[in-house]
Nanobody, 113 residues
Framework: QVEIVESGGGSVQPGGSLRLSCAASGSIFRGNSMAWYRQAPGKERELVARITRSGYIDYADFVKGRFTISRDNSKNTVYLQMNNLQPEDTATYYC???????WGQGTQVTVSS
C-alpha cells in the first residue's frame, strides 16, 4: 500500500523553477506535520521545509526566499514550489509524513546548464 507519492521532479537550468507535489493518504496527511527533505549523492538527507497541521512553516536557511511549502487539505497534498534553482539544489527530494514516520519514494531534481 503506497501511502505517499511524490511527483514533479525534472531537469531545469539554473534560475529555473519546479513544483513538487506530495499526495498522502488521509491518516498521514492529518498527522502533525508533513515535510520535504532532500539527499544529494554522497551527502546526508537534510530537511528542506516543513508544514504543520496548523499551518506553521519552517525552512532550511539555504532555501529561504526561494522555496515555498504549502498544503491543500482538500486534496491531501503538500507542495514545494522551488524558484531560482541552482546546481547545488540537485538532489532526490523526499516527502515525509511524521504520522507513522512514512517516506515517499523520492523524485529527482537536476539543475544544470
Amino acid at each position: 500500500q503506497v501511502e505517499i507519492v511524490e511527483s514533479g521532479g525534472g531537469s531545469v537550468q539554473p534560475g529555473g523553477s519546479l513544483r513538487l507535489s506530495c499526495a498522502a493518504s488521509g491518516s498521514i496527511f492529518r498527522g502533525n506535520s508533513m515535510a520535504w527533505y532532500r539527499q544529494a549523492p554522497g551527502k546526508e538527507r537534510e530537511l528542506v521545509a516543513r508544514i504543520t497541521r496548523s499551518g506553521y512553516i519552517d525552512y532550511a536557511d539555504f532555501v529561504k526566499g526561494r522555496f515555498t511549502i504549502s498544503r491543500d487539505n482538500s486534496k491531501n497534498t503538500v507542495y514545494l514550489q522551488m524558484n531560482n534553482l541552482q546546481p547545488e539544489d540537485t538532489a532526490t527530494y523526499y516527502c515525509y509524513g511524521n504520522y507513522g514516520g512514512v517516506w515517499g519514494q523520492g523524485t529527482q531534481v537536476t539543475v544544470s546548464s
